[in-house]
């Protein structure tokens, strides 16, 4: 019995909050031996309700230990386990052919076979125990202990971490999980009490998880996690870690591992206020490297985050980590970057500060309508109220294949979004596109881009020819007031106006739907006043007429940037001092636009051809486009037809169309043909 | 005729004139109902053409459909408020009621036609984000991932049926392809200048989505449960 007394004041030094019973009886020739403990705890641990009986016999000592409810923390690990054995008194205690029984465990029950064995050698005490069940895997450790308390513990093992997940409740408790673990723990202390070293080693496979939605999953996962700890004060120490394989996914996100292997590496602290990871490190090949630290409170709190001088490539940042933010069909989803970018980000309950240096990056879409070359950016945002500023440069540019010059553009960001520090000018088609005011806000109901500024000088025969719309000569000069850009849309709050061909052209109410996206939908309604038709009939080959025009086109569709609908009237307007006439050229043009085949008597058309031109006294024509059919009117009608040229004097040209409907692709061939074969004539104005 | 006889036959008269007038009256209100017969050949045809661009992977520019069937309306309705014929006792309110009622049985065989036009360019453009979509769509209605519910929207059945990678953008993808329904069955209902269908159009499409959907597509009954073509 001095072996076994010899054992109880270790206990006893365990305890912390201790209530022993203990009882010694004979029955029937044996003798029984029991030690009761309401609680015994050491640090991060607690056992409760321990009973651990003894009997002697003829037949052999018998031991029993059955603990309440054994927890970690303030998890609990096991309820109601039970070992029981045969006990070897001989050489120390020895517990072979041990039975042991969990009737909760986060593997669910257990039953296990194992050995415990306690002995004496020397000065020091020596403990055993491996254990091996089919829910738990196997676990063998030693613990080794000198006379004073000093103790060195060795275990390893292997289990299923579906039990390890939940025992420290690394997932919400409904999500699956499985995969095999090995594990590896040493640790050393001054006493039974504290634990002063730790190292351990973790080698995950096969690790799977998946919540009930099975929006977050991880697949076929290995990693590799090894660290070290040592208790002066507070608990510090190193971990690394090595994803080799498999893939996770964490809607909207899904990475694999690279194929060499993803680094991480940091060192730890625990506080009686927090979790602290710092100095920490990622190596992800492919992608970059960078440091990073995280301050978790143990007692509720918001998560902070760091991520330090991340030195990453643009593709695969963009591809895997900003492109699945895109709303799918959007322009954004459309993108690839390319470059590099060097960034630290911090985040406390969502982003709180972003500092970037993006270097030598482009960007294009799949289907071309976009393409930026050359892009540098630096800059700093703080969700704290704090502005901050930014510079963004680009070689060059093109949106829907219009070119745009080099750009330098100072900013201004606030907690909301940007705006500019000074108006700047881009270079667009021979002309500039000058920026009053460019604003973004990043959230609330007025998210979006907004814009107001003039086009100066831009060249319409350029813009035609990339839009493939008639050929148009001469520039263009315009106002923008206001163009607003939320998601996928633009719209105006005031109207475009246009200074073309001596007149003015103001495109108000405008709207486009899915701008850059799948078949963009514009809508407007655009006015035309004091028009010189001299210079516009130049520009479309149309043959010569002069005089002022002006009109509307309300209600104006383009789908695909095609007109699907509208109710368009021009007419001339008497200007003093312009006259209003007419060459024969643009009679014949005319009269193919109105349904005709130009003028073909043999007599009529040699008799015109003898004047250069005709005086009239009205012009115009109206176009009423829906569901592919174009119905025709004119500034008249004379008996069933409808009057586009009225003349005046003599020799007097009218042009009067009788085929009021007409499909509008026919209308746009007619179009075409009158501003191909409208000779130019010289007029001597 | 005694003074006595040419008053009832001055009232009778007068009753005539009065049920003749609210008749008339009730002739003017003509209410047009959802054309629910138009709208559901254009759903088929609308809905066909959606699966079919979705199967083949192609984009392409939808070609306006031309759905002009007659729809069937109300029967003109009398403004007269409905009374209970037994309470009328007066020879006023029975020429009235039977003025009504015969001019009732005579405009309830007219119909006021109405066509769905699914041909304006908002119509389109929501339809070629709903095919572009749908491409997208369409592997995951395949695998079971996605399935239609019962309203003409679509949502998550079961994701584990596809790949982690396919996964990922799954959750975002029902999310843009249900604002594209909506958009589609709004465009529709505001090309036809009653925006108040939207929400009878969506219904009837919800029918075309399920009846004309491939074999192996998953969608929800009204009641909520998972079924499978």
Redesign the interface.
């Given at each position: 019995m001095h072996g076994r007394s010899r054992i109880l004041p270790i206990a006893v030094r365990w305890s912390m909050t201790l209530c022993l019973g203990l009882a010694i009886s004979g029955v029937a020739g044996a003798q029984i031996l029991e030690i009761s403990a309401a609680r015994i705890s050491g640090t991060g641990w607690t056992a409760q309700r321990l009973h651990a009986t003894l009997t002697t016999s003829t037949q052999g000592d018998q031991f029993s230990l059955a603990a309440g409810v054994a927890q970690a923390g303030k998890r609990k690990l096991w309820r109601h386990a039970r070992l029981q054995c045969g006990l070897q008194t001989a050489r120390g205690w020895a517990c072979r052919q041990a039975h042991l029984a969990v009737e909760d465990s986060p593997w669910g029950a257990l039953h296990g076979d194992g050995q415990v064995q306690l002995r004496r050698v020397g000065g020091s005490g020596q403990a055993m125990l491996a254990l091996r069940a089919a829910q738990f895997g196997s676990a063998r450790l030693q613990v080794q202990s000198t006379a004073a308390g000093q103790w060195h513990l060795t275990a390893a093992g292997s289990l299923p971490v579906a039990g390890l997940v939940r025992a420290l409740t690394l997932l919400p408790a409904t999500w699956q999980t499985s995969g095999q673990a090995r594990w590896q723990v040493q640790a050393r202390g001054a006493n039974w009490a504290k634990a002063r070293q730790i190292a351990f080693e973790l080698q995950g496979s096969q690790l799977q998880f998946s919540s009930p939605d099975g929006l977050q999953a991880a697949q076929g996962v290995a990693l590799q996690l090894q660290g070290d700890g040592a208790y002066t004060g507070q608990w510090h120490g190193t971990a690394r870690m090595r994803w080799t394989q498999g893939g996770v996914l964490w809607s909207p996100w899904y990475w694999t591992a690279p194929a060499a292997a993803l680094r991480i590496q940091t060192r730890w602290r625990q506080t009686a206020k927090a979790w602290q990871l710092d100095q920490g490190s990622i190596r992800w090949p492919g992608l970059g490297r960078g440091g990073f630290a995280l301050y978790r409170p143990t007692r509720g709190g918001v998560l902070r985050w760091q991520i330090r001088n991340m030195d990453v490539a643009m593709a695969p940042l963009y591809a895997n980590w900003i492109k699945p933010l895109a709303p799918p069909g959007g322009l954004a989803a459309q993108l690839q970057a390319s470059g590099h970018v060097r960034f630290s980000v911090a985040g406390e309950g969502g982003l709180s500060a972003l500092k970037w240096d993006l270097r030598n990056a482009a960007l294009s879409s799949s289907r071309g309508h976009l393409a930026v070359t050359g892009v540098n950016s630096r800059g700093a945002w703080s969700r704290t109220g704090k502005t901050s500023d930014a510079v963004l440069r680009w070689q060059s540019a093109e949106l829907y294949h219009i070119p745009a010059g080099p750009l330098h553009v100072e900013l201004v960001l606030n907690p909301q979004g940007f705006q500019l520090q000074q108006p700047f000018t881009l270079a667009l088609l021979g002309g500039d596109l000058h920026f009053r005011h460019l604003a973004a806000r990043w959230a609330g109901p007025r998210s979006g881009f907004s814009m107001s500024g003039d086009l100066r000088g831009v060249s319409m025969a350029q813009l035609t020819k990339i839009m493939h719309w008639p050929p148009f000569t001469g520039t263009v000069s315009a106002t923008i007031p206001e163009l607003r850009y939320h998601a996928g849309d633009i719209t105006t709050s005031g109207a475009l106006s246009a200074q073309v061909f001596g007149g003015e052209v103001r495109v108000g109410d405008l709207r486009i739907e899915n701008f850059l996206g799948v078949l963009p939908l514009l809508r407007t309604n655009v006015g035309i006043s004091g028009l010189r038709l001299k210079p516009l009939t130049d520009a479309f080959h149309f043959g010569y007429i002069s005089g002022v025009l002006s009109g509307d086109v309300k209600n104006l569709t383009l789908l695909d940037w095609s007109p699907k609908a509208f109710q368009a009237q021009f007419h001339t307007v008497p200007v003093h001092g312009v006259s209003q006439k007419i060459s024969y050229a643009a009679v014949q043009s005319l009269t193919r636009l109105g349904g005709g085949n130009g003028i073909s008597g043999f007599f009529q058309g040699m008799f015109l051809r003898m004047f250069k031109t005709f005086a009239y006294a009205h012009l115009g024509m109206g176009v009423h486009l829906k569901d592919g059919v174009a119905e025709l009117s004119g500034v008249g009608t004379e008996d069933s037809g409808f009057v586009i040229l009225q003349g005046q004097g003599l020799p007097r040209v009218d042009i009067v169309g009788y085929n009021r409907r007409v499909d509008w692709d026919e209308l746009l061939a007619r179009l075409k043909t009158a501003m191909h074969s409208g000779a130019q004539v010289g007029t001597g104005e | 005729m005694t003074k006595q006889g040419w008053l009832k036959t001055q009232g009778w008269r007068s009753v005539l004139a009065l049920g003749l007038l609210m008749a008339l009256s009730a002739c003017v209100t003509v209410n047009i109902y959802f054309p629910a017969a138009a709208a559901q050949k254009l759903a088929d045809q609308v809905v066909g053409e959606v699966y079919k661009a979705a199967a083949k992977g192609a984009?392409q520019?939808p070609v306006?459909p031309a759905v002009s069937a007659p729809a069937p309306t109300a029967p003109a309705r009398s403004a007269a408020p409905a009374t209970n014929s037994l309470s009328m006792a007066s020879p006023y309110h029975a020429a009235s009621y039977l003025l009504a009622m015969g001019f009732s049985a005579i405009s309830g065989t007219a119909e006021a036609a109405a066509n769905l036009n699914a041909?304006?360019?908002?119509v389109?453009?929501a339809r070629?984000?709903v095919e572009?979509?749908a491409t997208?769509m369409h592997p995951y209605f395949v695998s079971g991932a996605v399935g239609y519910t019962a309203n003409g929207q679509v949502t998550?059945h079961?994701?584990?049926a596809v790949s982690?990678?396919q996964?990922?953008?799954?959750?975002?993808?029902v999310?843009?392809y249900n604002q594209?329904l909506s958009n589609l069955y709004q465009q529709i209902a505001d090309a036809n200048g009653h925006p108040e269908w939207a929400g009878q159009i969506q219904q009837t499409f919800a029918q075309a989505w399920i009846s004309k959907a491939p074999a192996g597509y998953w969608y929800q009954s009204p009641s909520g449960q998972w079924q499978k073509k």
């Open positions: - | 984009l520019a306006a041909s304006s360019p908002g389109q453009s070629a984000q572009a979509l997208q998550i079961d994701a584990a982690l990678p996964r990922a953008p799954l959750n975002g993808l999310s843009s594209a």
